[in-house]
């Protein structure tokens, strides 16, 4: 029920080009994807492959799952970066002003 909940917010969050482009653009090859294909059209033998079969349709869900996951952690490594930056810029900034309050003081 989780998941069938997740997909359904995740329906609803979709944007404009996700609705019209559901499929994400693969990085395999032509002769990789004919592999893939054929692999695919295969009747499998082993009952975990035959069980997997009925959670095809699911198959879209995990991919935006895991697109959000890798944007979340991207998302993390750029904040961890800015806060960092952050960071150094108070420490520069607060020898600035102990530089400049001892300018003051000098004359």
Same mark, same amino acid.
């Given at each position: 029920?989780?998941? %069938?909940?997740?997909?359904?917010?995740?329906r609803r969050l979709?944007?404009?080009?996700?609705?019209v482009l559901p499929?994400?653009? /693969?990085? %395999?090859? @032509?002769? @990789?994807?004919?592999?893939?294909? /054929?692999? %695919?059209?295969?009747?499998?033998? @082993?009952?975990? +492959?035959?069980?997997l079969q009925d959670?095809? =349709?699911?198959?879209?869900?995990?991919?935006?799952?895991?697109?959000? &996951?890798? =944007? @979340?952690? +991207? %998302? =993390?490594? +750029?904040?961890? +970066?800015?806060?960092?930056?952050?960071? &150094?810029?108070? *420490?520069?900034? &607060?020898?600035?002003?102990? *530089?400049?309050?001892?300018?003051?003081?000098?004359?």
């Amino acid at each position: 029920q989780r998941i %069938l909940r997740l997909a359904e917010m995740c329906r609803r969050l979709e944007t404009e080009e996700e609705k019209v482009l559901p499929f994400y653009a /693969s990085s %395999l090859t @032509e002769s @990789e994807q004919q592999n893939a294909r /054929s692999v %695919l059209e295969e009747t499998p033998s @082993e009952p975990l +492959a035959l069980a997997l079969q009925d959670y095809v =349709e699911l198959e879209r869900f995990w991919q935006r799952f895991n697109k959000a &996951k890798l =944007e @979340e952690k +991207a %998302l =993390e490594q +750029a904040r961890a +970066a800015l806060a960092n930056r952050n960071q &150094k810029l108070r *420490g520069l900034l &607060k020898q600035y002003l102990a *530089g400049a309050t001892i300018n003051l003081k000098v004359p």
